[in-house]
């Protein structure tokens, strides 16, 4: 890893979001390419409610962009812009930055994401 002994330092969640209880707050909120598989309406608001909830300074998020693939591994996915991140957390919220980039996978396809960055109001 590239955070050596500074890995110990992060409370490392791996888990099914749609189950997710936390017991506790954090301060930073990190989801690189998860909330794109939430499609249905249900399951994005309770994602959404947990961000509110449980994220006490910064959300960071990293989600197909709507110039990005319609499926990943045979799933179906949602696309999303940084102005549509911003309307979903903006109750507690403020979007700081966002931009799009391409992240060339494994298998040489591009995808093309939607970087944001949100500090708690």
Partial sequence: MRL????????????????????????IWHDRAAFHFLTQP?????????????????FIIGTFSKNGPL?????D???YTGQDLEELVIKNFNLVE????????PFETVQNFTFAFFCRN
């Fill in 4 to 27: 050596g002994k500074n890995a110990s330092k992060i409370k490392w969640i791996v888990c099914d979001i749609n189950t997710f209880s936390p017991t506790r707050t954090y301060d």
């Fill in 42 to 58: 249900k399951d994005i608001e309770r994602y959404i409610t947990l961000i509110n909830s449980y994220v006490s300074s910064f």
């Fill in 71 to 75: 499926k990943c591994s045979g799933l």
């Fill in 77 to 79: 996915i949602k696309q």
């Fill in 98 to 105: 966002y931009m799009n980039e391409d992240h060339i996978t």
